[in-house]
């Protein structure tokens, strides 16, 4: 296992110095779910919600968490995101939160991704909660992510 690279010889945290990395395209893909009741459930996928339409408002919360990452993370750099994107899939009570980041620079979008994932997660809990305050949210984990000194990554669960 490599070195944390977040921390200097004196074991403090610093922001990682990537002035000297090369551009590429970098992309990750993070996803995670919130399971809620059946009637909560209902409300959300027909549109049924008093606040209005749950996905839609989750799904520009998350795109504008991915690109507040930097300022809510406090070592993450500040990026140009060329693409984020959320996407849900419906479950049996549950909804799926998936989303794609994407930027040509010198550090990855994981954390972006997974921010997005989060603030999209969150928003459906924070629309629904007058219905059901039980939701939980699981499996939120990075997917998949491409370019970089490290190469590419894909999740393989156990």
């Known amino acids: ?25 970098r992309e990750a893909l993070a996803t995670g779910k919130i399971y809620m009741s059946r009637e909560c459930f209902e409300m959300v996928v027909n549109k049924k919600m008093e606040k209005g339409d749950v996905l839609s ?3 520009i919360a998350g795109i504008m968490g991915a690109k507040k990452t930097s300022e809510l993370v ?22 799926t939160a998936n989303c794609r980041a994407k930027t040509v620079g010198k ?20 629309m629904c909660k007058a219905i059901d305050k039980s939701m ?7 997917c998949k992510k491409s370019g ?3 190469g590419d990554f894909s999740y393989r669960s156990e």
């Open 74 to 95: 406090p070592l993450c750099h500040m990026l140009n995101l060329t693409k984020v994107e959320i996407e849900f899939e419906e479950g049996d009570c549950f909804i």
């Open 148 to 150: 970089g000194k490290s």
């Open 107 to 126: 550090t990855g979008v994981e954390m972006e991704a997974l921010t997005g994932v989060q603030v999209a997660l969150l928003t459906i809990y924070d």
């Open 1 to 25: 296992m490599s070195e944390f690279t977040h921390f200097n010889d004196n074991k403090e945290a610093i922001m990682v110095d990537v002035s000297g990395k090369t551009d590429t395209v």
């Open 57 to 59: 408002v989750a799904r």
């Open 136 to 142: 939980h949210m699981e499996d939120i984990h990075l």
